[in-house]
C-alpha cells in the first residue's frame, strides 16, 4: 500500500497535508509557536511532520469571525489517524485557529507547494490589458465621429395633458 508506513509498536501512519488558517491579528511568531505546539502533538503520537510552509497573511474569499484576513499554514504529516484528530480537535478548541483541512495523500510533492510558486510566470498573459488584446483596432480608440444634431425633442404623451 502506497502512502503508508508501520510504526515498531504495529500501528499504520499514512501520509496527510493539512492546511490551517489563523487568526489575522496574531504575530508571526504566534503562528510559530501554534505549528509547534502541534508538532508536539504529532511526534508524542509516533507520528513526524515534514514540510511546514507559511503561506503568510493572504485574504480570505469572505469574513469568518469578523477577520477578513487570515495566516495560512501548511504542514506535511506523516503520522497515525489518531495523531491527526487530537491535532483536529486542539485546533476546534483554539480561539486562534479559524479553519482548518487534512487531505490523506499517497505520497508528499517535492519542493515548494503551488501556493509558494510564482503565479506570473504564465507566457499567453502578457501587458496591463492580460490576454484580452487591442480593444480597440488601428488605434481610433473606440470613436465613432460626429453624430450630428439630435434634432427638436418630442413631448412625451401621455398622464396629464
Known amino acids: ?7 515498531k509498536k504495529g500501528k499504520t501512519m499514512a501520509l496527510y497535508e493539512h492546511v490551517f488558517l489563523a487568526r489575522q491579528d496574531l504575530s508571526q511568531q504566534q503562528v510559530d509557536a501554534l505549528v509547534e505546539q502541534y508538532k508536539g502533538v504529532i511526534e508524542a503520537a509516533g507520528g513526524s511532520v515534514g514540510k511546514v510552509e507559511n503561506w503568510g497573511l493572504k485574504s480570505l474569499a469572505y469574513r469568518i469571525n469578523k477577520n477578513r484576513k487570515a495566516f495560512y499554514t501548511l504542514m506535511n504529516i506523516d503520522a497515525p489517524a489518531a495523531a491527526v484528530s487530537e491535532v483536529e480537535r486542539q485546533q476546534r478548541l483554539s480561539e486562534d485557529v479559524l479553519r482548518y483541512m487534512t487531505i490523506r495523500v499517497e ?4 519542493g515548494p507547494s ?15 490589458r492580460g490576454d484580452r488584446g487591442d480593444r480597440f483596432p488601428r488605434g481610433d480608440r473606440g470613436d465613432r465621429g460626429d453624430r450630428g444634431d439630435r434634432g427638436p425633442r418630442r413631448e412625451a404623451s401621455g398622464g396629464d395633458a
Open 1 to 7: 500500500m502506497a502512502g503508508r508506513t508501520e510504526t
Open 114 to 128: 503551488a501556493m509558494m510558486t510564482k503565479r506570473d510566470d504564465r507566457p499567453d498573459r502578457g501587458g496591463p
Open 107 to 110: 505520497e508528499h510533492e517535492a
